[in-house]
């Protein structure tokens, strides 16, 4: 997506009226963020953005869900329900492909995302794991070599 300096202005007041303001620090990065991935708008009559569903895809077997979010005066209308369903309609049209998501363990939240189809990875024999540089520093290990 080609981001100019007003959209990525518009987006940011939109992450800074939803609380997620890590992503503000820095409209370049956000810029970059938007224009290396997959993305839905929706706007308002006036022709406001109201929200946002984003995504990272290799556009053949995987589709990671970074973001959805919908400014708090237009939420609990069904247009963050509609967004996804169009995003999800969008990243299955690359054909069967895995669909991920990172999200808040509250009961609201889990609702949602369950009203659409996802699962939680534990009730598919799974788990995840994540490491999130944003929030603490991490120390890697040494990888030793694989003797043959």
Known sequence: MNIDSLMIDEISELYKSVGW????????????????????????GEGKIIGIVRWITDFATIAFIQDILIHPRYQRQGIGKVLLNEALEKITSYGPVQIELLTDDTEKTKKFYESVGFVQVKEMGGISYVIDTRRKKV??????RAHV
């Open 139 to 144: 120390l890697f290990g040494k990888i030793g």
């Open 21 to 44: 303001t890590n992503y503000t620090k820095d409209t370049a990065r956000l810029a970059r963020a938007f224009e290396q991935s997959e993305s839905l708008i929706k706007r308002n």
